[in-house]
């Protein structure tokens, strides 16, 4: 089976940079993904890691350590728009790419 | 735009009614799929798709049934057996090759009368 953890809250300020850490548990690992969601919408895509190390979009970065079945998601320069649920989402191999979310961590930015 | 549609945005079931969620997407993508969302938690898969005509279970497919029959469209029925039905459904649709990300419908928040 697969297992993810990771914070069910976070609270940071405007301006601040906030970190939102992701442990998985699983068989048949591909990658891990992050998406974002706003109260009561739509998930949207934020990053993608394969392989180990950063990979920057903007203000956003996502980090994997597969050896540690760890993962981060970094969040600079807070916006208050930003205060959304982000879930760690875990990518199966094998052809359908099937997908298993973390529970998400409800960030809050404060002004 | 492409994008995904899914509807109603809301629907109420009766006791030992099914209902169907409907989906549909323009953006030319193979693999389709259904997820549960209960409150303060993650996505749970039920259903997906790759290709027409055929799908496969997910993680919680017991109560739900799905058809694909058009490459578009990838309707979920929650049925009569499935007894907490109260939740919110997501339905996205991704690309086939390597990994791509999912891209998500609006959502139906479906409760029980």
């Known amino acids: 089976g697969q297992s993810l953890e990771q914070p069910s809250e976070v609270t940071a300020v405007e301006g601040a940079i906030v970190q939102i850490n992701c442990t998985y548990q699983t068989s048949g690992f591909y990658g891990l993904s992050w998406y974002q969601q706003h109260d009561g919408g739509a998930p949207t895509f934020l990053s993608y890691?394969?392989?180990?190390g950063l990979e920057e979009t903007g203000r956003f970065s996502s980090f994997l350590s597969r050896s540690d079945s760890y993962g981060y998601l970094l969040l600079q320069e807070l916006q208050m728009k930003d205060s959304a649920s982000y879930f760690c989402?875990?990518?199966?191999?094998?052809?359908?790419?099937?997908?298993?979310f973390g529970s998400g961590t409800q960030l809050t930015v404060l002004p | 735009d492409g994008g995904i549609t899914q509807s109603p945005k809301y629907l109420f079931r009766k006791e030992g009614q099914n209902v169907t969620l409907s989906c549909e997407q323009n953006l030319n993508h193979d693999a389709m799929y259904w997820y549960r969302q209960d409150p303060g938690q993650g996505l749970r898969l039920i259903y997906y798709?790759?290709?027409?005509?055929?799908?496969q279970k997910g993680d919680i497919a017991e109560g739900y049934s799905v058809s694909r029959e058009k490459k578009e469209s990838f309707p979920l029925t929650v049925t009569s057996a499935q007894k907490n039905p109260t939740a919110f459904y997501l339905c996205a649709s991704s690309g086939n090759r390597g990994y791509q990300p999912q891209h998500f419908g609006d959502g139906t928040r479906l409760s029980i009368l």
């Open positions: 989402a875990v990518v199966l191999s094998g052809s359908a790419r099937q997908l298993t």
């Open positions: 890691n394969a392989l180990d």
């Open positions: 798709s790759q290709i027409v005509n055929d799908f």
